[in-house]
């Protein structure tokens, strides 16, 4: 079993930062391909970013490329993603999530999922 807490949501302007954790437990939890799915309102979930424990691979959605960043510390059981240059279009919560092989679509093929947190970007 794998537990997610996600962290680091908040109100920020356009154009800031914001760095997310999510907080994992559980014993197999590398063997996971750890992401972040985030859900706007009134739209579907959409793939952020995925990161592989082994080797420390990482995908990123085509509209995050360059301004997110994914990350893991195994020492620390935690998963990050540093969000730069925010836009008023990342407004969304924002999903930890584990899953066998990288999802970008199919999230109900996810095994675990953290509660979420809210990123709301303002002008």
């Known amino acids: 079993q794998v537990q997610l807490v996600e962290s680091g949501g908040g109100l920020v302007q356009a154009g800031g930062s914001l760095r997310l954790s999510c907080a994992v437990s559980?014993?197999?939890?590398?063997?996971?391909?750890m992401h972040w799915i985030r859900q706007a309102p009134g739209k579907e979930r959409e793939f952020v970013a995925a990161l592989m424990w082994e080797g420390g691979h990482t995908y990123y959605e085509d509209s995050v490329k360059g301004r997110f960043t994914i990350s893991g510390d195994d020492a620390k059981n935690t998963v990050y993603l540093q969000m730069n240059s925010l836009k008023l279009e990342d407004t969304a919560v924002y999903y930890c999530?584990?899953?066998?092989?990288?999802?970008?679509?199919?999230?109900?093929?996810?095994?675990?999922w953290g509660k979420g947190t809210l990123v709301n970007v303002s002008s």
């Open positions: 559980g014993r197999t939890f590398t063997r996971y391909i």
């Open positions: 999530a584990a899953g066998p092989l990288v999802l970008r679509l199919w999230f109900d093929r996810m095994d675990f």
